[in-house]
């Protein structure tokens, strides 16, 4: 009598796994912010931004699986449906959180489209692959911002605006925590959030120093849940940051230190600018050195369940 061979259950993508926690996090954190903690957006703004995000996700893959030949990535099951929608809804909801439009729900729905149309339109080949290098969400906010004046940033107090006490502490702690978890074990984006870190603290040091800026006032937005979101959710987006540890390193530096000279040009909402900047001039560079912008290539199509981009990404800087 023969004996069965137990089955094994494949091992999951880390990327997947990092894109499910995070879309699981914003969602409750959206959900959270807008009962409890103060959000000043309409409750309608974030099903705004998930619809468009799907909608242009899907639009554009099938158009660009038509034109390559191969079949979409959202096609084979249910889980290659989800994980394909995965960074459509992370993008959406990054930019229904982070954009205040008044009472209209244009610019969110304009910065959803600006960031899931990005992926498609700017990609180069590095290593091997095409791939986009622009943070998506990053990008669309962004843009946002340079098309419309009207439009602002969220600000940064809706974050913790209802609460008092204790949780005036532990949210920011807690975000800080299961951000520095989700970093260290699926994104492995340490190193890029230390070059942040201290190029945010040495510009905060320079500023002080040479422009007469108060230092306590800029170590203590360092302090703040906006920055902490920015620190492990935008700014560590695996898809379009380096992955040896020594660029990423520069990469957080050059980042902090460009947000710093932003601000010293009395530039508003340095951070995402920043961030495009850098993310752009890296993009540049891949082209310069050699590598030439290229769709997917027909002969090696991505798997159904694996998405292209990896976007933890999201936000709340402000």
Same mark, same amino acid.
């Not at 990609?123 to 009207?150: E, Y």
């Not at 949210?171 to 074990?185: D, E, Q, R, Y």
């Given at each position: 009598?023969?004996?069965?061979?137990?089955?094994?259950?494949?091992?999951?993508?880390?990327?997947?796994?990092?894109?499910?926690?995070?879309?699981?996090?914003?969602?409750?954190?959206?959900?959270?912010?807008?009962?409890?903690?103060?959000?000043?957006?309409?409750?309608?703004?974030?099903?705004?931004?998930?619809?468009?995000?799907? $909608? *242009?996700?899907?639009?554009?893959?099938? #158009?660009? !699986?038509?034109?390559?030949?191969?079949? @979409?990535?959202? /096609? +084979?099951? %249910?889980?290659?449906?989800?994980?394909?929608?995965?960074?459509?809804?992370?993008?959406?909801?990054?930019?229904?959180?982070?954009?205040?439009?008044?009472?209209?729900?244009?610019?969110?729905?304009?910065?959803?489209?600006?960031?899931?149309?990005?992926?498609?339109?700017?990609?180069?080949?590095?290593?091997?692959?095409?791939?986009?290098?622009?943070?998506?969400?990053?990008?669309?906010?962004?843009?946002?911002?340079?098309?419309?004046?009207?439009?602002?940033?969220?600000?940064?107090?809706?974050?913790?605006?209802?609460?008092?006490?204790?949780?005036?502490?532990?949210?920011?702690? $807690? *975000?800080?925590?299961?951000?520095?978890? #989700?970093? !260290?074990?699926?994104?492995?984006?340490? @190193?890029?959030? /230390? +070059?942040? %870190?201290?190029?945010?603290?040495?510009?905060?040091?320079?500023?002080?120093?040479?422009?007469?800026?108060?230092?306590?006032?800029?170590?203590?937005?360092?302090?703040?849940?906006?920055?902490?979101?920015?620190?492990?959710?935008?700014?560590?987006?695996?898809?379009?940051?380096?992955?040896?540890?020594?660029?990423?390193?520069?990469?957080?530096?050059?980042?902090?230190?460009?947000?710093?000279?932003?601000?010293?040009?009395?530039?508003?909402?340095?951070?995402?600018?920043?961030?495009?900047?850098?993310?752009?001039?890296?993009?540049?560079?891949?082209?310069?050195?050699?590598?030439?912008?290229?769709?997917?290539?027909?002969?090696?199509?991505?798997?159904?369940?694996?998405?292209?981009?990896?976007?933890?990404?999201?936000?709340?800087?402000?």
């Amino acid at each position: 009598m023969s004996q069965r061979t137990p089955r094994t259950k494949a091992p999951t993508d880390p990327r997947i796994t990092a894109l499910r926690r995070f879309a699981i996090s914003i969602t409750v954190f959206t959900i959270v912010g807008h009962l409890f903690l103060g959000f000043e957006q309409a409750y309608l703004t974030p099903v705004a931004g998930v619809l468009t995000a799907y $909608a *242009v996700n899907l639009v554009l893959e099938t #158009l660009d !699986a038509w034109t390559h030949g191969h079949p @979409p990535r959202y /096609l +084979g099951s %249910v889980s290659a449906f989800v994980n394909f929608l995965l960074p459509a809804h992370i993008a959406g909801l990054a930019c229904a959180m982070l954009l205040y439009g008044n009472e209209s729900l244009w610019p969110t729905v304009f910065a959803a489209t600006v960031a899931s149309a990005s992926k498609y339109l700017i990609r180069v080949r590095g290593n091997g692959a095409p791939r986009h290098m622009l943070n998506p969400s990053n990008l669309g906010i962004s843009v946002t911002l340079l098309c419309f004046s009207w439009v602002s940033i969220a600000p940064p107090y809706q974050f913790t605006e209802y609460v008092r006490g204790p949780l005036d502490w532990l949210i920011p702690v $807690a *975000v800080l925590v299961s951000g520095t978890m #989700l970093n !260290a074990k699926l994104t492995r984006r340490m @190193p890029l959030i /230390l +070059g942040w %870190v201290g190029g945010f603290l040495l510009q905060a040091v320079i500023r002080a120093l040479f422009f007469h800026d108060s230092l306590a006032s800029m170590l203590l937005v360092m302090s703040g849940v906006a920055f902490i979101l920015y620190t492990n959710y935008m700014i560590t987006d695996p898809g379009t940051t380096p992955r040896r540890p020594r660029y990423q390193v520069v990469f957080g530096l050059a980042t902090a230190l460009t947000y710093g000279a932003l601000v010293i040009a009395h530039v508003a909402f340095g951070l995402f600018f920043a961030l495009t900047i850098v993310c752009t001039v890296r993009l540049l560079w891949t082209v310069v050195s050699g590598r030439r912008p290229l769709a997917r290539p027909q002969s090696a199509p991505q798997p159904a369940h694996v998405p292209a981009d990896t976007q933890p990404a999201v936000a709340a800087a402000s």
